[in-house]
Antibody, heavy 116, light 107 residues
């Protein structure tokens, strides 16, 4: 059974960098699929942030591209998100996910609040 | 970028009613269209993939249709446990774009 679990600070100050990690169990990241991050501001819809392919290639939402870095640590079977220069608009539940043309595995989500 | 327009944004229906949600893509996306159900505090759950295929374990009252730019999601007989927000999602190798969501409530 594939499982994904997000971890990281729940509170980040404005202008700082948001950092989250997704630990994957039940499947080796290096074996295939895209591994991505999706966020959902409180009471709003879903926004794809970006994904990393099992080969290491990265793809980002153009609206966030200048601030986003996604990386993978195959030795720990986890991948990470860094979002720089955050503002209150980045407050959201952040989900990690495994996807192809569809998302068939999601993490439970972690709320990150941007506030001083 | 491909935009997804989902409607309505909310609806209220009675138990047993047929419920229909539409999603329109800004350009031809073939059948790369999926539907998810999200309940409060939970991650979305895949219901329909590739426009019309029912995910394993999903009740048959859920269905999807369409291709190209226009897609439809249907609940044939609304049940109390179907109260949720539903999202369409398109795939643009490998970007994912979601519709704005439809909140379904019981009348």
């Amino acid at each position: 059974q594939v499982q994904l679990q997000e971890s990281g600070p729940g509170l980040v100050k404005p202008s700082e960098t948001l950092s989250l990690t997704c630990a994957v169990s039940g499947y080796s990241i290096s074996s295939g699929y895209y591994w991505g991050w999706i966020r959902q501001p409180p009471g709003k819809g879903l926004e794809w942030i970006g994904s990393i392919y099992h080969s290491g290639s990265t793809y980002y939402n153009p609206s966030l591209k200048s601030r986003v870095t996604i990386s993978v640590d195959t030795s720990k079977n986890q991948f990470s998100l860094k979002l720089s220069s955050v503002t209150a608009a980045d407050t959201a539940v952040y989900y990690c996910a495994r996807h192809t043309t569809m998302v068939n595995y999601w993490g439970q989500g972690t709320l990150v609040t941007v506030s001083s | 970028d491909i935009q997804m327009t989902q409607s309505p944004s909310s609806l209220s229906a009675s138990v047993g009613d047929r419920v229909t949600i539409t999603c329109q893509a800004s350009q031809d996306i073939s059948n790369y269209l999926n539907w998810y159900q999200q309940k409060p505090g939970k991650a979305p759950k895949l219901l329909i993939y590739d426009a019309s295929n029912l995910e394993t374990g999903v009740p048959s009252r859920f269905s999807g249709s369409g291709s190209g730019t226009d897609f439809t999601f249907t609940i044939s007989s609304l049940q109390p446990e179907d109260i949720a927000t539903y999202y369409c999602q398109q795939y643009d190798n490998p970007a994912l774009t979601f519709g704005g969501g439809t909140k379904v409530e019981i009348k």
